[in-house]
């Protein structure tokens, strides 16, 4: 099955950002949890941090859109063509738009252009999301982010994952980081099967259900006290009272998928006193799950 395709051909809505979101939600999971962001030396929660970030394209764009909407600051956006900086923080949406407009984040009036290469820059989290090998033996000691998640694949060298583990940084793997997009290629293919969209099926149960309970609401109301008592939704009510849409439904999916992937990994990692090597937890993780498949399975002899 393709994946990632148009909405009238068949795709999903959600896909688009997907990737970028699922590296929020993986990065988020961690950096509120009191315990790795003690070993890091950083308070718990993306509110305040600074991130800078490597390549605006999608996964860059919408991984900055979503930390910028949880409170962290992108201070850096490293591009193929240029380097910019603002210690105030960077808008990611009006350096879309800049960037729409005139094909390049050079020239953003929003923060400043840099020769300074920003993979070495002070921040608390560095989002390298464009491509591979970029840190390495040879620079990864330079590193001063105490958090980098991997939203590209493969952008740090075995040789240089030894190097941070020993400075005690926390590195998210693409293996679990950038796996938002896959995530919801799986959900797109299961639409596919089912030659239906998510939510389709429910949609006018739903807001039939809750119009009953306003109205079972206000009958026990009217009951108890004399006259009418009109029971009026509040605006957030009545805009879902017509039940989730299909990137309601996908947007709540991936989230859960990030969420119990990552406390797993968490779980594994501090069973096997792994610390900050969460790559390695994940392979653990991974590769117990085939392993108990393939004895379930009885393809398996002893």
Same mark, same amino acid.
């Given at each position: 099955?393709?994946?990632?395709?148009p909405?009238?051909?068949?795709g999903?809505?959600?896909r688009?950002?997907?990737?970028?979101?699922?590296v929020?939600?993986?990065?988020?999971i961690f950096v509120e949890?009191?315990e790795y962001m003690?070993?890091?030396g950083?308070?718990?929660g993306?509110?305040?941090k600074?991130?800078i970030?490597q390549?605006?394209?999608?996964?860059?764009?919408?991984?900055a859109r979503?930390f910028?909407?949880?409170?962290?600051k992108i201070?850096?956006v490293?591009e193929?063509?240029?380097?910019?900086?603002?210690?105030?923080?960077?808008d990611p949406k009006?350096?879309?738009d800049?960037?729409?407009e005139?094909?390049?984040i050079r020239g953003f009036?929003g923060?400043?252009?840099?020769d300074e290469?920003?993979?070495?820059g002070?921040?608390?989290?560095?989002?390298p999301c %464009?491509? @591979? #090998?970029? +840190?390495t033996?040879?620079?990864a000691?330079?590193?001063?982010a &105490?958090?980098?998640a991997?939203?590209a694949?493969g952008?740090?060298t075995p040789?240089?994952?030894?190097?941070?583990?020993a400075?005690?940084q926390?590195?998210?793997?693409?293996i679990?980081?950038?796996s938002g997009?896959?995530?919801?290629?799986?959900?797109?293919?299961?639409k596919n099967l089912n030659?239906?969209s998510?939510g389709r099926?429910t949609?006018?149960?739903?807001?039939?259900s809750?119009?009953?309970?306003l109205?079972?609401?206000q009958s026990?109301?009217?009951?108890r006290f004399s006259g009418?008592i009109?029971?009026t939704?509040?605006?957030e009510f009545?805009?879902a009272m017509?039940? %989730?849409? @299909? #990137?309601? +439904?996908v947007?709540?999916?991936l989230?859960y998928t990030m969420? &119990?992937?990552?406390?797993?990994?968490k779980e594994v990692a501090l069973?096997?006193?792994?610390g900050?090597?969460?790559?390695?937890?994940?392979?653990?993780l991974?590769l117990?799950?085939i392993?108990?498949?393939i004895?379930?399975a009885?393809?398996?002899?002893t």
């Amino acid at each position: 099955c393709v994946t990632g395709k148009p909405i009238v051909m068949g795709g999903i809505h959600g896909r688009t950002s997907a990737t970028g979101r699922g590296v929020y939600h993986s990065t988020n999971i961690f950096v509120e949890d009191p315990e790795y962001m003690e070993m890091v030396g950083l308070v718990p929660g993306l509110s305040g941090k600074t991130c800078i970030l490597q390549g605006f394209g999608n996964v860059g764009l919408h991984t900055a859109r979503y930390f910028h909407r949880a409170g962290a600051k992108i201070i850096g956006v490293i591009e193929w063509d240029g380097t910019i900086y603002n210690p105030s923080g960077i808008d990611p949406k009006a350096l879309e738009d800049w960037k729409l407009e005139h094909g390049t984040i050079r020239g953003f009036p929003g923060a400043t252009a840099t020769d300074e290469d920003l993979l070495e820059g002070e921040c608390d989290i560095l989002l390298p999301c %464009a491509k @591979e #090998k970029v +840190i390495t033996e040879e620079n990864a000691h330079k590193i001063k982010a &105490r958090v980098i998640a991997e939203g590209a694949n493969g952008p740090i060298t075995p040789a240089a994952d030894e190097i941070l583990i020993a400075n005690n940084q926390l590195v998210i793997p693409d293996i679990y980081c950038n796996s938002g997009g896959v995530t919801v290629s799986y959900f797109e293919w299961l639409k596919n099967l089912n030659h239906v969209s998510y939510g389709r099926l429910t949609f006018k149960y739903e807001f039939d259900s809750n119009k009953h309970l306003l109205q079972s609401v206000q009958s026990s109301l009217e009951s108890r006290f004399s006259g009418k008592i009109p029971v009026t939704p509040t605006p957030e009510f009545e805009a879902a009272m017509g039940g %989730a849409s @299909e #990137k309601d +439904i996908v947007h709540s999916g991936l989230s859960y998928t990030m969420e &119990r992937s990552g406390k797993k990994i968490k779980e594994v990692a501090l069973q096997h006193g792994l610390g900050v090597d969460l790559r390695t937890a994940a392979f653990v993780l991974a590769l117990t799950k085939i392993s108990n498949n393939i004895i379930m399975a009885g393809f398996t002899f002893t």
